[in-house]
């Protein structure tokens, strides 16, 4: 992935898709210039003590976690995400109030986070300061945000609060929960259903495709979302050759009309690799 100075500060491809503006007024995972600078999890100086090995959430998706504290630096420089932490209590609180039951058991109501931040342990609500839950869900084997299948259980809400509340990334919807996003012809990846539950929607999502677009043009800190990674011929390995350099959300885009058949610009390797989280 890109080096955390880089997310939220690449350029998307010409060819970035866009929203209707009254849609973005209340579009989910949007960008919002006063979120504050943060440390994210995998670059966490203590990141290896906790998320080293093992199935973990953390470990998995430190790219996007945010770091409970946020120690990152050498000497005497030290980020503190403190910042960051209330003011993403503050969305939480709004949500608390308002759909309240909509929230996973872990994120649901006052009982469980108190307040934004806490990096002291002998205070008597320590564990229900927000970055201390999130540290917790962190801890968790991956099966815990893995859906049983039916809709909405606790682990799928579990899963959209993670990203929302302890992420970079923001609400982050798949294409079935997107009404404004379908796709009718029949075997297209966008059509099949049980892509529809994986694969992320290219309206909205903001934050999700800012990031991801960092990832897949990154020159330095490759992972494994980065363009080098495509298959041979695929439109993900092609398209960024060419002038107009499309985002990654752009071809996934194009890939979603495509027949889930077409293995030759859309091989199912890369559509899985780079249009889903």
């Given amino acids: 992935m890109a080096s955390p100075a880089a ?33 994210l999890l995998s670059r966490d100086s203590k990141f290896n003590e906790g998320y080293g090995t093992g199935d ?35 969305r939480w609180h709004a949500d608390s109030k308002s759909k309240s039951g909509d929230l996973s058991d872990e994120f649901k109501s006052s009982n469980q986070v108190s307040k934004a931040f806490s990096d002291i342990t002998s ?31 606790n682990p799928a809400r579990l899963k959209r609060d993670l990203f929302k509340y302890c992420s970079v990334l923001g ?30 929607a290219v ?10 677009n960092d990832e897949f043009y990154a020159t330095s800190d490759i992972g ?23 985002s990654v959300r752009d071809i996934c885009r194009e890939a979603y009309k495509s027949s889930s058949s077409n293995n030759t610009n859309y091989p199912s390797d890369d559509v899985n690799k780079f249009c889903t989280l």
């Avoid at 050498?74 to 209330?86: H, L, P």
């Fill in 7 to 39: 997310v939220g500060g690449g350029v998307l491809g010409a060819g970035a898709i866009g929203v209707g503006s009254a849609y973005l007024a209340g579009a989910f995972g949007g960008l919002d210039p006063s979120e504050p600078t943060r440390v």
């Fill in 56 to 90: 973990k959430i953390g470990k998995d998706y430190g790219d996007y976690l945010v770091a409970p504290i946020g120690e990152n630096g050498t000497g005497g420089t030290k980020t503190n995400n403190r910042d960051w932490w209330e003011w993403s209590y503050k």
């Fill in 123 to 153: 205070e008597s609500d320590s564990s229900k300061a927000l970055n201390k839950v999130c540290e917790v869900v962190y801890k968790q084997q991956k099966s815990t945000i893995t859906s049983t299948g039916s809709s909405p259980d």
């Fill in 203 to 212: 309206t909205g999502n903001d934050k999700f495709w800012k990031v991801r």
């Fill in 224 to 246: 494994e979302k980065n363009k080098s990674k495509a298959s041979s011929g695929s439109k993900f390995e092609t398209e960024p050759k060419t002038n107009s350099k499309p």
């Fill in 171 to 200: 609400e982050v919807k798949t294409i079935s929960e997107v009404s404004e996003e379908t796709y009718t012809t029949a075997s297209t990846y966008g059509n099949l259903p049980e892509n529809t539950k994986k694969f992320i």
